[in-house]
């Protein structure tokens, strides 16, 4: 499929599935008998967006039309989409436009590749773009085992939680943890549609995760973020909670540095 043609369609399906997460109730519309599908009608989203429902039903159908930026940011209002899922949603309609190739991506220097290593005992590796790791230490190898493990294929961290059966043993919030990861792919291959890494990363998934192939046409859409992850270390018989950050690499804004810091004295516990 082309680009353009790949973009419209994402566009309208990205559309759709926001489209049907709106209740009437939740916009103001009466309840008017049974429906047969959930959320607002095509033509009950376009009447409040103001614009021809003929017009908007094209656009979720993914045809070759151009779509202004004031109207998307009304349909953007009426679906109540949050800044990250408006940003995305323009850059879908083509108000921000992506490389047509992908980014080079320098070579870690020595002296980057080694920041994990000064970072020890807490779990820190750096992640590319598609979250290949770039590079790690040891407590990020023991707490995510066979993360790192020889493959033809440089280690991957989305691919590790879909993929490694151990990861949801470690995961202890695995469904949650694993969605997240998915909405932050479909954003990043999002400003990358031409990059193959990413392409070869999203067939593989669906290739061999039942949950990736469920949960991609849902379409949703997440930035990188530090937070807290519930972890269960190898060898444990009960998790501990951990603080992450991430930090963006200056020179290389794609490639992000990942620190664990296990919170509390839980840590020191069996």
Known sequence: MPNHAKQSHELGAFLRTRRERITPDEVGLPQTGRRRTPGLRREELALLAGISA???????????????????????????????????????????????????????????????????????????GNYDVLTHNQPAEALFPNLTAPTDRPPNFIRWVFLEPLARDVLVDWEPEARGLLARLRTLSGRHPTDPRYTRLIEELHEHSPEARTWWPQYEVQARHSGHKRLRPPGRTTPITYTYTAFHLAEQPEQTLVIYFANGEAAHGT
């Open 54 to 128: 003929t017009w908007y039903t094209y656009l979720e159908q993914g045809r070759d039309i151009r779509a202004s930026e004031q109207v998307l940011g009304s349909l953007a209002a009426v679906l109540r989409l949050n800044p990250h899922e408006h940003d995305h949603l323009l850059r879908l309609a083509g108000h921000h436009t992506p490389p047509t190739d992908p980014e080079p991506t320098e070579p870690l220097t020595p002296e980057v590749a080694s920041v994990p290593l000064l970072l020890n005992p807490h779990p820190a590796y750096i992640i590319d």
